[in-house]
């Protein structure tokens, strides 16, 4: 049994990065330094999707996302001439929009964990063809309030071994770390969400402490 | 009953970061413990939980707003440089204090003499003494000190001689003294990028 390949995968957009296609980029890039600066909107259609996502999932919020992929853009664009073709793209993108986000966050601050959205949780009185799908936003709403309070180190590693799909030794070159404490890092969040979760909803028994 | 060495493991080898000795020994504990099973089985639902929250939100419209929202940007023209605005605080500063000594100036019509050895009341003395023998009375201080540039005094500390008796080719501060209505006062303002000349050079400072 390998737990791994039985997790669930949501989207395309989750591949890892060295099954990703580096002619993509590479050819974007070169028609970019050639003077085709429309050659920038292709190298966006490649990427947007998976920028716009890990935006989100580190900074949890829908327009600050925006404004972190935005600013991932503009800076890739003004440092590709120091992108040597050959290298993975994305995990350049990758590292500039994780940086743009911690940026990003420490303008922000430390935000409270809006609890409004959870308010229903042990509630029960709902109808009953729409209990499945209440459950499921309150699930989901559980699992991004774990995802908040944890420390911010553990979430980025957390987002780019599990959803983004790097491997521990991809994710620590991004974050200069070594792979043992991105390891440790993601592993600490992994329990600690279960655990969140474990404490909030009825309906798993036991587990972890 | 769960095992704590096994539960420790457990987030590592939910997505297949245990080594393969540590995955196997893990698992064939599963095998055995119903109860570290379960707790492994709720670690695999919440990672699948996370997945499933954490679904990107965006669509097609998103990342085409996105896209515009870039190639907008960068197509804009570069901003106009930030203007110097370093000269025109300083022409103004020195407008203003232009202004400033010449005002000053102007009500005292002549400058109040350098004083000499002595105070205040004695230097008043001195002053009014071929008028009359009644000494007079102190002028009352204006609301603010008054000023009256001085000579631009060079004093003699700052030529320095060789010992042949040439003079030293070097540059002078910028000095500028004034005396307020206060003849015991006397403000001096010197200037020099480098440090001030000794007041008392010696043999040894001359090359």
Same mark, same amino acid.
């Given at each position: 049994?390998?737990?791994?390949?039985?997790?669930?995968?949501?989207?395309?957009?989750?591949?890892?990065?060295?099954?990703?296609?580096?002619?993509?980029?590479?050819?974007?890039?070169?028609?970019?330094?050639? +003077?085709?600066?429309?050659?920038?909107?292709?190298?966006?259609?490649?990427?947007?999707?998976?920028?716009?996502?890990?935006?989100?999932?580190?900074?949890?919020?829908?327009?600050?996302?925006?404004?972190?992929?935005?600013?991932?853009?503009?800076?890739?664009?003004?440092?590709?001439?120091?992108?040597?073709? +050959?290298?993975?793209?994305?995990?350049?993108?990758?590292?500039?929009?994780?940086?743009?986000?911690?940026?990003?966050?420490?303008?922000? &601050?430390?935000?409270?964990?809006?609890?409004?959205?959870?308010?229903?949780?042990?509630? &029960?009185?709902?109808?009953?063809?729409?209990?499945?799908?209440?459950?499921?936003?309150?699930?989901?709403?559980?699992?991004?309030?774990?995802?908040?309070?944890?420390?911010? &180190?553990?979430?980025?590693?957390?987002?780019?071994?599990? *959803?983004?799909? *790097?491997?521990?030794?991809?994710?620590?070159?991004?974050?200069?770390?070594?792979?043992?404490?991105?390891?440790?890092?993601?592993?600490?969040?992994?329990?600690?969400?279960?655990?969140?979760?474990?404490?909030?909803?009825?309906?798993?028994? +036991? &587990?972890?402490? | 009953?769960?095992?704590?060495?096994?539960?420790?493991?457990?987030?590592?080898? %939910?997505?297949? #970061?245990?080594?393969?000795?540590?995955?196997?020994?893990?698992?064939?504990?599963?095998?055995?413990? @119903? /109860?570290?099973?379960?707790?492994?089985?709720?670690?695999?639902?919440?990672?699948?939980?996370?997945?499933?929250?954490?679904?990107?939100?965006?669509?097609?419209? #998103?990342?085409? !707003?996105?896209?515009?929202? %870039?190639?907008?940007? $960068?197509?804009?023209? =570069?901003?106009?440089?930030? !203007?110097?605005?370093?000269?025109?605080?300083?022409?103004?500063?020195? /407008? %203003? $204090?232009?202004?400033? %000594?010449?005002?000053?100036?102007?009500?005292?019509?002549?400058?109040?003499?350098?004083?000499?050895?002595?105070?205040? @009341?004695?230097?008043?003395?001195?002053?009014?003494?071929?008028?009359?023998?009644? =000494?007079?009375?102190?002028? =009352? $201080?204006?609301? !603010?000190?008054?000023?009256?540039?001085?000579?631009?005094?060079?004093?003699?500390?700052?030529?320095?001689?060789?010992? #042949?008796?040439?003079?030293?080719?070097?540059?002078?501060?910028?000095?500028?003294?004034?005396?307020? /209505?206060? =003849?015991?006062?006397?403000?001096?303002? $010197?200037?020099?990028?480098?440090?001030?000349?000794?007041?008392?050079?010696?043999?040894?400072?001359?090359?």
């Amino acid at each position: 049994m390998c737990p791994a390949t039985e997790a669930v995968l949501m989207e395309g957009e989750l591949s890892s990065l060295p099954d990703a296609p580096v002619s993509g980029p590479d050819q974007a890039i070169r028609r970019l330094r050639a +003077g085709d600066r429309e050659a920038f909107a292709d190298l966006m259609g490649l990427t947007e999707a998976r920028v716009l996502a890990l935006a989100w999932r580190i900074l949890g919020d829908r327009h600050l996302a925006e404004d972190a992929a935005q600013e991932t853009y503009l800076r890739a664009f003004r440092s590709l001439d120091h992108f040597r073709l +050959g290298e993975p793209f994305e995990a350049w993108l990758i590292r500039i929009a994780v940086n743009v986000c911690r940026d990003l966050s420490r303008k922000r &601050g430390q935000q409270p964990v809006a609890l409004a959205s959870l308010d229903g949780l042990e509630a &029960g009185a709902t109808a009953p063809g729409a209990e499945e799908a209440v459950l499921l936003d309150q699930r989901r709403a559980l699992v991004r309030q774990a995802l908040a309070t944890l420390p911010q &180190g553990e979430r980025v590693a957390l987002v780019l071994r599990d *959803l983004e799909g *790097l491997t521990s030794e991809e994710a620590a070159r991004i974050l200069g770390l070594r792979p043992a404490t991105v390891r440790s890092q993601v592993a600490s969040a992994r329990a600690k969400v279960q655990a969140h979760c474990a404490r909030r909803l009825a309906a798993p028994k +036991g &587990g972890r402490p | 009953m769960t095992h704590p060495h096994v539960l420790d493991q457990l987030p590592l080898w %939910v997505e297949g #970061d245990l080594t393969a000795p540590e995955l196997e020994a893990v698992e064939r504990h599963l095998a055995a413990c @119903p /109860a570290c099973r379960e707790a492994a089985d709720q670690l695999r639902q919440s990672q699948a939980w996370l997945r499933e929250a954490l679904a990107s939100p965006f669509g097609a419209e #998103d990342r085409a !707003r996105l896209r515009a929202s %870039v190639m907008a940007r $960068l197509a804009a023209p =570069p901003p106009a440089p930030r !203007r110097f605005l370093v000269p025109s605080a300083l022409l103004a500063a020195a /407008a %203003v $204090l232009v202004v400033a %000594v010449l005002t000053w100036n102007r009500p005292q019509g002549k400058p109040a003499p350098l004083p000499t050895a002595g105070t205040g @009341p004695e230097f008043t003395s001195r002053a009014t003494a071929g008028a009359t023998d009644i =000494p007079a009375p102190a002028p =009352p $201080l204006p609301p !603010r000190v008054r000023l009256a540039r001085a000579a631009h005094a060079q004093a003699q500390l700052q030529v320095r001689q060789r010992p #042949d008796g040439t003079a030293l080719p070097r540059r002078e501060p910028a000095r500028l003294e004034f005396q307020t /209505a206060d =003849p015991t006062i006397r403000i001096i303002w $010197l200037a020099q990028a480098t440090p001030l000349p000794d007041p008392n050079p010696t043999l040894e400072e001359t090359p």
